[in-house]
């Protein structure tokens, strides 16, 4: 049974820092692409960010490129956001995710908010 399990979220000023993990398990982690999404409260879910099985392929959302860097580590099957110069745009429930073929997994989320 495929596990997700996000950590790390909080609360954090303008302009700070937060390092998401989503540790995965019950499928060959490093067979699959990892991604991050995000929900603001009123708003659709938006994709964040993906890395490859390798992590030799990474792409990000327009509005956190630069900011924003998504890692893998396969020996631990964790997946990490690193978020800076995070803003109050940036306030959302955090999700982990990874697709095979019609099939989406979901951990349950972490809240990020920033404010001052």
């Known amino acids: 049974q495929v596990h997700l399990v996000e950590f790390g979220g909080g609360l954090v000023q303008p302009g700070g820092s937060l390092r998401l993990s989503c540790a995965a398990s019950g499928f060959t982690f490093s067979n699959y692409a990892m991604a991050w999404y995000r929900q603001a409260p009123g708003k659709e879910r938006e994709f964040v960010a993906i890395i490859s099985w390798s992590g030799g392929w990474i792409n990000y959302a327009d509005s956190v490129k630069g900011r924003f860097t998504i890692s893998r580590d396969n020996a631990k099957n964790t997946v990490y956001l690193q978020m800076s110069n995070l803003n109050p745009e940036d306030t959302a429930v955090y999700y982990c995710?990874?697709?095979?073929?019609?099939?989406?997994?979901w951990g349950q989320g972490t809240q990020v908010t920033v404010s001052s």
């Open positions: 995710n990874t697709k095979w073929g019609s099939l989406a997994y």
